[in-house]
């Protein structure tokens, strides 16, 4: 016992450390980012511009999936990973890298073509390079994860960013357009890989095992598998709104819809995904262990998604108006039906993170293709029934509220295996979270009652936001929430931590 209990401290305070710098990244990040991107969407660029780039970076992401084959993954999972893995997954990726840009090269006219936009041509052979680019990215960042060295990756990341706000909003008041989005796209991707390079001590080796390549296979072409289908399931609503709404900055308006839900979720769930994989990987044996900590963030993230989700649905309307204008006002209910489906994720990312740090990639492999299954049969169904009734914009409406409807399937899905591998059921999560659901609900009731008063935006989004929180923490601290007073008392343990330091 006496034993367990130092390594116990020693992983929270690691944890804690994790999540703090992870958390100053996505947050840095998506601040600059969010203002950024209000500026170009105010004041340069319309929906068919976002729509147009945003099409192309659907086919670089997919690209991206391939590219890196779930290395990097199996790279942190493995306990022994030495220099020859390293730089046999280095070499593996850099070879990907080239011959998928020229597959993308040679394949630009035939994307264009399908959706009637002779810009894609060469927006996507450019934005392309940045597949090369990234694979030099590959390596460094999954040592500096196994390490959870969080702080590097912060510093990274928030300088490429700001690097890229530069160029862009150079570009902008020269009169780019559209070109501007792209060149943002290759400086973040370009200066990220150059300040990596100089965080890490690591060089490749001109080393290349193909038994070592396999073997890391064998966890990470599993993980490969299930991204590749995630990633192309989550794409199958932009690539289809592209098609059968082109011209009509569908696209560019979902984009927009789903930013600030996006942000939000990404910078919870990016945190929860890259520490509790490595967390969960380095404690494995010990079931009991990451049974606790999978509660843990399951419940904690819960807390807080929850909250700003409502809050986002309830705070639609003033929000949209003041943030872009009248001219995005097709993207208020849109952001509404999104934040359902985004309010989950954290949950199902728990889920899957502790099957994937338990070496069960296996398992989720199989659950990604029955859920994209199901939710390609819903979501094809719902476009059918769209066209068909020719609906329009209700359509769209009916098309995200299937995607909401597959949010909540996959909570049950994702937990049913970690009842055998955790003995954490379903059950027991539903009740985990429900306290903090039924208030998020109440709450965002509530704080929506406000835009009834017609007052101006401005003021209403006060009021909401004033009204929203005091409510929602007041409530949690009255009903003595577990998960708040763990997330109050995690907040003082850490900025003592960092006194004492």
């Known amino acids: 016992m006496e034993n367990k209990t130092p390594g116990k401290?020693?992983?929270?305070?690691?944890?804690?450390?994790?999540?703090?710098?992870?958390?100053?990244?996505?947050?840095?990040?998506?601040?600059?980012?969010?203002?950024?991107?209000?500026?170009?969407?105010?004041?340069?660029?319309?929906?068919?511009?976002?729509?147009?780039?945003?099409?192309?970076?659907?086919?670089?992401?997919?690209?991206?999936?391939?590219i890196q084959a779930g290395f990097n993954t199996a790279?942190?999972?493995?306990?022994?990973?030495?220099?020859?893995?390293?730089?046999?997954?280095?070499?593996?990726?850099?070879?990907?890298?080239?011959v998928f840009y020229i597959a993308l090269f040679f394949c630009a006219p035939y994307v264009a073509s399908f959706y009637g936009n002779s810009q894609l041509i060469l927006i996507l052979r450019i934005q392309a390079l940045t597949l090369i680019t990234g694979a030099f990215s590959t390596v460094p960042t999954a040592i500096l994860t196994k390490a959870m060295d969080f702080k590097k990756i912060f510093y990274r990341t928030l300088g490429a960013t700001i690097c890229s706000a530069v160029v862009g909003l150079a570009m902008a008041f020269a009169g780019c357009g559209l070109w501007t989005i792209v060149g943002q796209n290759l400086t973040v991707n370009i200066v990220g890989t150059i300040f990596l390079w100089f965080s890490v001590k690591w060089r490749p080796k001109r080393v290349f095992?193909?038994?070592?390549?396999?073997?890391?296979?064998?966890?990470?072409?599993?993980?490969?598998?299930?991204?590749?289908?995630?990633?192309?399931?989550a794409n199958i609503v932009p690539l289809c709104m592209e098609k059968f709404y082109a011209g009509s900055g569908t696209l560019g308006?979902?984009?927009?819809?789903?930013?600030?839900?996006?942000?939000l979720t990404d910078n919870i769930n990016g945190t929860i995904s890259t520490v509790i994989f490595p967390s969960l990987s380095s404690i494995q044996n010990?079931?009991?262990?990451?049974?606790?900590?999978?509660?843990?963030?399951i419940v904690t993230s819960s807390f807080v998604m929850f909250a700003m989700m409502a809050g986002l649905i309830a705070t639609a309307k003033p929000l949209v108006t003041l943030w872009l204008t009248d001219k995005w006002a097709f993207s208020i209910p849109m952001m509404q039906i999104v934040c359902i489906s985004y309010a989950f994720i954290p949950i199902n990312s728990a889920n899957l993170q502790a099957i994937s740090a338990m070496g069960r990639s296996d398992i989720y492999m199989k659950l990604e293709i029955?859920?994209?299954?199901?939710?390609?049969?819903?979501?094809?169904?719902?476009f059918a029934v769209s066209h068909f009734l020719d609906l329009g914009g209700k359509g769209l409406i009916l098309v995200l509220g299937t995607q909401a409807l597959i949010s909540l399937i996959s909570v049950i899905a994702n937990a049913i295996p970690n009842k055998k591998l955790l003995d954490y059921s379903l059950g027991e999560q539903?009740?985990?979270?429900?306290?903090?659901?039924?208030?998020?609900?109440?709450?965002?009731?509530?704080?929506?009652?406000?835009?009834?008063?017609?007052?101006?935006?401005?003021?209403?989004?006060?009021i909401q936001f004033v009204f929203g929180v005091t409510y929602y923490f007041g409530v949690a601290y009255l009903l003595k929430f577990e998960c708040f007073s763990y997330l109050i008392a995690t907040v003082k343990e850490y900025l003592n931590r960092r006194k004492k330091k």
């Open 9 to 66: 401290l020693n992983m929270k305070g690691t944890v804690l450390a994790g999540f703090f710098w992870r958390f100053m990244e996505k947050g840095g990040t998506a601040v600059v980012e969010f203002i950024v991107q209000t500026i170009l969407a105010r004041a340069f660029l319309s929906p068919e511009d976002f729509s147009t780039v945003g099409l192309i970076s659907i086919f670089i992401n997919i690209s991206n999936i391939c």
């Open 75 to 98: 790279l942190i999972q493995k306990k022994d990973a030495d220099d020859e893995d390293c730089s046999s997954v280095f070499f593996l990726s850099l070879g990907l890298s080239i």
């Open 209 to 233: 095992s193909k038994g070592k390549i396999k073997s890391l296979f064998g966890f990470g072409g599993k993980i490969l598998g299930s991204n590749l289908i995630n990633t192309l399931y």
């Open 253 to 263: 308006y979902y984009n927009k819809a789903r930013t600030i839900p996006e942000k």
């Open 286 to 297: 010990d079931k009991q262990r990451v049974k606790e900590l999978t509660r843990r963030f």
């Open 370 to 382: 029955i859920k994209d299954v199901i939710g390609v049969v819903l979501l094809g169904a719902a």
């Open 430 to 462: 539903l009740r985990d979270i429900m306290p903090s659901l039924i208030l998020a609900i109440t709450m965002g009731i509530f704080t929506w009652c406000f835009t009834l008063l017609n007052l101006p935006n401005w003021l209403t989004l006060i």
